[in-house]
C-alpha cells in the first residue's frame, strides 16, 4: 500500500537544523536545477534585510528537474528521469514516486489541494487524487509532447498546448476533450486569468489574450524577446520574462507595458507571484520570486496600485546552480484542506457535469482519442 512505501525524507534529504513547520511569517522558495536537485530556502525578515535561509537539499531524481509544484502540503517534482517524486512540507517526509508518464515531466500544477494535474513528453495528461494518489484519468489527444497545462479556476476545465501546435481544452468533470484549436506555431505555455475569464497563450516573443465566453482574441503583445515564464499579477497584469535580463508587466487591457526593468544577469526561468504575508503588508502588496540560469534567486516586493514603479529587491541567494524551476510553499497553502462530505460531492456532480458541457459547447467540438485509466505505481 502506498502508506508502507513512504519514507522518511531524511534519507534522501540534508535537512537544516531548523526542522520547524512553517510559520505564519514565513514563506519557503523550493526551486529544481540542472544538476537533478531540489533546493529549498525559508525567507526570514530581519530588521535592516531580509535572507534567503536554506532549508533542505535533495537530489533523489537522476535527471534534470523540470518542474516544481506545490498544493497545500504537497510538493510534487517532475524531471527527464520521467518520475514525479511527492513530498510532505509539514512533516518533512517523502511520500513517495509516480510513474505514470514515459516520457520527461514538463508541467504540474494543483488544483484546490484535492487534485493534481501533470503533463509528459509522452504527450499525456494525468489527474490525480492527492492523500490516495490514484491516477484518476490518463488522458491523450496531443501528437507530441504537452509542453504547457493550466486548470481553469472552477477546477471543471483544463487548457494545453503542445508540439503538435494546437491548443486542447479538457472537460476536467466527465475526464474527456472537449475541443481543439490549431494555431500557427508550437505554444510554450498557457495560464488562466485569476478569474477563469480570459486565457494567455505565448508564442515565442508573442503573448495572446483571449476571452473565454467568445474565444475570440482580447489583445496580442510582443514582449520583444523570448518569453518562458509568465504569472498574473492581477486579472489584467502579467508578469513575463525570458531570454533577456529584464521582467515586464503587461497590461492586457490597454496593451501597453506598466514596468521593465533588469532583474537578473542572465535568462529568467521562471517567476512565481504570491501575497505579501510581511508584518508590514497592505493587502494590495505582493511578493514576486524569480529565479535565472545565473543561480540566484531574487524576492522582489510591489503594489497592485502602483505598478508603474519599479519592484524593490528585498532578498537574494547566490545558489551556484543553473536554475530551472520554481515553486512557493507558505503558510496558508500549507493549512489542511476542508473535508467535503460524498454526499455533497454527488450532489455537486450532475450540475458540475452540465455546467461543463454547456461551456464546452461554446465552441466546435473535436473528436479526440480517449485515455484509459491506470493504477498508480509507487516507486520504493
Known amino acids: 500500500m502506498w502508506g508502507e ?24 522558495v523550493v526551486v529544481g536545477c540542472y544538476e537533478q536537485m531540489l533546493l529549498g530556502f525559508r525567507l526570514v525578515e530581519g530588521e535592516e534585510e531580509h535572507k534567503l535561509e536554506p532549508t533542505f537539499t535533495d537530489n533523489s531524481h537522476t535527471g534534470c ?26 512533516s518533512r517526509t517523502e511520500l513517495g514516486t509516480l510513474l505514470q508518464h514515459d516520457g520527461s515531466i514538463t508541467c504540474l500544477q494543483f488544483y484546490d489541494s484535492s ?34 497545462l493550466s486548470v481553469h479556476p472552477s477546477g471543471k476545465l483544463a487548457l494545453s498546448v503542445g508540439k503538435d501546435k494546437t491548443i486542447r481544452t479538457w472537460n476536467l468533470v466527465t475526464g474527456r476533450p472537449a475541443y481543439t ?34 474565444a475570440g482574441l482580447k489583445c496580442s503583445l510582443d514582449a520583444g524577446r523570448k518569453v518562458l515564464t509568465m504569472a498574473y499579477i492581477t486579472n489584467t497584469v502579467l508578469a513575463v520574462a525570458g531570454e533577456d535580463k529584464n521582467i515586464q508587466l503587461l497590461n492586457v487591457e490597454t496593451g501597453t507595458c506598466a514596468c ?29 520570486v524569480s529565479i535565472s540560469s545565473d543561480g540566484y534567486i531574487k524576492v522582489w516586493a510591489f503594489s497592485t496600485d502602483q505598478l508603474e ?27 489542511p484542506q476542508r473535508s467535503t462530505t460524498k454526499t455533497a460531492q454527488e450532489k455537486r456532480k450532475l450540475t458540475e457535469q452540465k455546467e461543463a458541457e ?3 459547447e461554446k465552441r466546435k467540438n473535436v473528436k479526440e482519442k480517449k485515455g484509459g485509466k491506470k493504477k498508480l505505481k509507487v516507486k520504493n
Open 5 to 28: 512505501k513512504c519514507r522518511n525524507w531524511q534519507a534522501h534529504m540534508l535537512m537544516t537544523s531548523r526542522r520547524e513547520h512553517m510559520s505564519d511569517d514565513k514563506m519557503e
Open 115 to 148: 487534485h493534481m494535474l501533470s503533463g509528459a513528453e509522452d504527450g499525456s495528461m494525468c489527474v490525480w487524487q492527492t492523500g490516495t494518489w490514484e491516477c484518476l484519468k490518463s488522458m491523450r489527444g496531443h501528437k507530441g509532447g504537452i509542453n504547457s
Open 260 to 288: 521593465d526593468f533588469p532583474a537578473h544577469d542572465n535568462r529568467i526561468k521562471s517567476l512565481v507571484c504570491v501575497r505579501d504575508h510581511r508584518s508590514d503588508a497592505r493587502e494590495t502588496d505582493l511578493l514576486m
Open 181 to 214: 484549436t490549431n494555431i500557427k506555431q508550437v505554444a510554450d505555455l498557457i495560464h488562466w486569468s485569476p478569474k477563469g475569464d480570459m486565457y494567455a497563450v505565448v508564442t515565442g516573443n508573442k503573448i495572446s489574450v483571449y476571452r473565454l465566453e467568445t
Open 358 to 360: 454547456q461551456t464546452a
Open 309 to 335: 514603479k519599479t519592484p524593490t529587491l528585498v532578498a537574494q541567494h547566490n545558489t551556484t546552480a543553473r536554475l530551472t524551476a520554481l515553486a512557493i510553499v507558505t503558510a496558508q497553502s500549507t493549512e
Open 65 to 90: 528537474v523540470k518542474v516544481v509544484a506545490s498544493g497545500g502540503h504537497v510538493l510534487a517534482s517532475g524531471s527527464t528521469d520521467e518520475t514525479i517524486h511527492l513530498y510532505n512540507m509539514e
